[in-house]
């Protein structure tokens, strides 16, 4: 009785155990997605500040908003392309180490402008933007190439896997166009009937006697082309009827 109470539970110790990790992991799935929710929409709202600002301002606080702009949709581009490929193509790890590496250079320059837009004095702020303007260009260049990088070798995987894929077709739509070929085959040259052997008709009953007679013949007339002698019948192999008495059985005729 102890040890079924024993089983039961440790049984119920880990039902309630697994409950507990599976609800711990349900609360930080949704945590996640709530997360990344509120981070879409705060990059949202801050697209959206941000082309309202270039183009409803002007002079600094316009060109910063478009720097600040330029950066973040060329970053986020390339972090979509380098993350989408590299599920495909293993290579693309390192150059997701180095995008990485310049993700830090892009966070940094963000921040920058961000506090330069809040910056009241408009002056030294015109005097930062050749400086701030050079290295948004370098950042977002460096982006834009690991981007059309990754793009062009995706594309050129594509290209090749469809060039094989066309030649296998081709063969495959060859060997299934092959009975054309062999309907056509007969027609240009046409079967051969099987020979016959020739069909031998039986001989009559009672020609053996003259078969037999014609064998004597042949070698008694020499091989000579004239008329060959008949023989004359055998009585004794002459047919008898019922009606005809033997020659031992004639009577001589009487006269009276």
């Not at 024993?6 to 945590?31: D, E, N, Q, W």
């Not at 301002?57 to 989408?84: C, I, P, V, W, Y």
């Not at 180490?97 to 004095?121: A, I, K, T, W």
Request: hydrophobic content about 35%.
């Amino acid at each position: 009785m102890d040890v079924v109470i024993l089983i039961v539970a440790l049984l119920f110790v880990a039902f309630v155990a697994l409950g507990v990790f599976v609800s711990v992991k349900a609360v930080r799935a949704a945590k996640r997605g709530v997360d990344r929710t509120i981070s879409q929409a705060r990059r949202t709202v801050e697209d959206t500040t941000l082309r309202a600002r270039s183009i409803g301002q002007t002079g600094a606080a316009a060109e910063l908003a478009q720097l600040r702009l330029k950066l973040r949709t060329s970053m986020r581009a390339t972090q979509d392309a380098l993350q989408a490929g590299v599920a495909e193509d293993a290579s693309l790890a390192e150059s997701i180490e180095l995008f990485q590496r310049l993700s830090v250079h892009g966070h940094e320059l963000d921040d920058e402008l961000r506090q330069l837009e809040r910056d009241p004095d408009r002056v030294r702020v015109a005097e930062r933007l050749p400086d701030l303007r050079e290295r948004t260009e370098r950042i977002t260049h460096a982006a834009d190439s690991l981007r059309w990088a990754a793009r062009d070798r995706a594309r050129k995987f594509a290209e090749d896997d469809l060039s094989s894929l066309s030649a296998q077709i081709d063969v495959e739509s060859g060997a299934l166009r092959h009975w054309s070929t062999a309907e056509e085959r007969p027609e240009r040259e046409p079967t051969r009937e099987p020979v016959r052997e020739p069909m031998v008709w039986p001989e009559p009953e009672g020609s053996g006697a003259g078969a037999a007679g014609a064998e004597r013949a042949g070698p008694a007339s020499g091989g000579q082309g004239g008329p060959e002698a008949i023989e004359p019948p055998d009585p004794r192999r002459q047919q008898t009827y019922p009606w005809q008495k033997s020659p031992g059985q004639t009577r001589p005729e009487t006269t009276t």
